[in-house]
């Protein structure tokens, strides 16, 4: 038997992967959710009259996003880079809705 094999036959390492498949798949579900909320922010911006960006919000968020990565043991520049390209994404979503 080659190491490749196993490998992909290690119960340890199968148990590991199913883990980090659900973890994957509960990130996805909440992000799905976050922009469920993010929209209806969008819709309310648009509606009244309010810029689709809140720079003071973004900056408070990264704050609070950098804390509860070092306080969870995780790279905070990381958290940062993945909070701003959820940003991006609501931003562009924010732009695309029709203002009234």
Avoid at 24 to 37: N, Q, S, V, Y
């Amino acid at each position: 038997m080659s190491g490749t094999d196993n490998k992909t036959t290690d119960p340890e390492l199968a148990r590991l992967r199913a883990s980090i498949d659900n973890i994957d798949a509960a990130l996805i579900h909440i992000l799905a959710e976050r922009f469920k909320c993010t929209q209806a922010v969008g819709i309310y911006k648009a509606t009244h009259g309010l810029p689709p960006a809140d720079p003071g919000r973004e900056a408070q968020q990264i704050a609070r996003l950098r804390t509860l990565a070092q306080n969870a043991r995780l790279d905070p520049d990381f958290a940062e880079k993945f909070l701003n390209f959820i940003v991006s994404e609501v931003i562009r979503h924010h732009e695309a809705i029709p203002r009234k």
